[in-house]
């Protein structure tokens, strides 16, 4: 009986939060500029999904919202249904902006500072040994593979060094603004003045409070678009290093196991791997073996790095 009366009341409560949840929902949608329910949110979160391998945590609502809304606005568009229909039927430009306002793009200078004297002994260590090539695979708007270009300067003491460096993205908004290497100087914060002197041109006039990476190390760096969940890539190793950071954390444990096992082949056998500081690769350990802080080798590697 006292079973009996429970059930009841836990249907009626669940009832009661679907209905006040519904009621919440509509109210929100009155004062909102575009119509745009749960039931499309889910859909971005499949499409980004599908597209991308972001998995969208549920909270991310308000963001999806504000990020998609501007895509809407431009389009002339009311509901979001409308628009994720568009995107559906496979609209290619579309596709490309509504990838690039879901990506997260926070990046720095030297961002994980231990990587770069790791680098540095890497690229050292090859001296001699002909060109080093470098692929920097989630390279955002460019403070990443500037990092590792500077890194070579230093290492070989010339402006030449006999490096190159592959810079990957998905986002091609990103892209462009790693293109031209063009940073508010409050990005250099961190960087030694001696860096900020060798590597930066301030900007003057209209362009005060800017600086501009210099020539000689954009010339180091190839950008190209890149979409690390294709079956393919338009890319030819054997890189010395990958730097794959911080990008694994939106992809589940399958895609990251697939995206490592087409790593396996591009990588130099005495390569080295970085990964992200929450980025932990223990169930790819058949294919890639830690040696150091977020550093990985190949589980074939002949050299063993130090940690
Ligand atoms: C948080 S940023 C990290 C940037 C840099 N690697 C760092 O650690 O500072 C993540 C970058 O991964 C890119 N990204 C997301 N999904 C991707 C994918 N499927 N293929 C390639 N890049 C992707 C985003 O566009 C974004 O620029």
Same mark, same amino acid.
């Given at each position: 009986m006292i079973d009996g009366l429970q059930a009841c009341s836990a249907q009626a409560i669940g009832q009661l939060e679907r209905q006040t949840h519904e009621v919440i929902e509509r109210t929100i949608e009155k004062g909102r500029e575009f119509a745009f329910t749960s039931a499309d949110f889910e859909r971005v979160r499949k499409l980004i999904y599908g597209r991308a391998g972001i998995s969208l945590s549920p909270n991310k609502h308000e963001m999806v919202y504000s990020r998609l809304g501007r895509r809407l606005r431009t389009l002339g568009l009311s509901h979001f249904s409308d628009y994720l229909t568009l995107l559906e039927h !496979?609209? #290619?430009?579309?596709?490309? %902006?509504f990838t690039n306002s879901l990506t997260t793009n926070l990046t720095a200078f030297f961002r994980e500072e231990h990587h770069f004297p790791v680098l540095a002994e890497l690229l050292q260590r090859n001296k001699g040994t002909g060109p080093i090539s470098l692929w920097c695979?989630? %390279?955002?708007?460019?403070?990443?593979?500037?990092?590792? #270009?500077?890194?070579?300067?230093?290492? $070989?003491?010339? =402006?030449?060094?006999?490096?190159?460096?592959?810079?990957? @993205?998905?986002?091609?908004?990103?892209?462009?603004k790693a293109r031209q290497g063009v940073y508010s100087?409050?990005?250099?914060?961190?960087?030694?003045?001696?860096?900020?002197?060798? $590597? =930066? *041109?301030? !900007?003057? !006039? %209209?362009?005060?409070?800017?600086?501009?990476? +210099? @020539?000689?190390?954009? #010339?180091?760096?190839?950008? +190209?678009?890149?979409? *690390?969940?294709? #079956?393919?890539?338009?890319?030819?190793?054997?890189?010395?290093?990958?730097?794959? +950071?911080?990008?694994?954390?939106?992809?589940?444990?399958?895609?990251?196991?697939?995206? *490592?096992?087409?790593?396996?082949?591009?990588?130099?056998?005495?390569?080295? *791997?970085? %990964?992200?500081?929450?980025?932990? =690769?223990h169930h790819a350990a058949d294919l890639f073996r830690p040696c150091g802080k977020t550093v990985y080798q190949g589980v074939a590697a002949r050299h063993t790095a130090g940690s």
């Open positions: !496979g609209d #290619a430009v579309e596709w490309e %902006a695979s989630a %390279a955002s708007t460019g403070e990443e593979p500037y990092s590792m #270009a500077m890194t070579a300067v230093e290492a $070989f003491d010339t =402006f030449k060094p006999p490096v190159k460096i592959l810079a990957t @993205d998905i986002d091609t908004n990103v892209l462009m100087i409050d990005r250099l914060e961190k960087v030694s003045q001696e860096r900020k002197r060798r $590597f =930066f *041109l301030r !900007g003057k !006039g %209209a362009s005060s409070g800017q600086v501009r990476v +210099r @020539d000689e190390l954009r #010339a180091l760096i190839e950008y +190209r678009p890149l979409n *690390l969940l294709d #079956a393919s890539w338009s890319v030819r190793g054997p890189f010395h290093a990958i730097f794959c +950071r911080n990008v694994m954390i939106y992809f589940d444990k399958p895609t990251q196991y697939d995206i *490592l096992r087409k790593f396996v082949p591009l990588l130099h056998p005495d390569g080295l *791997l970085f %990964a992200g500081h929450s980025e932990s =690769f």
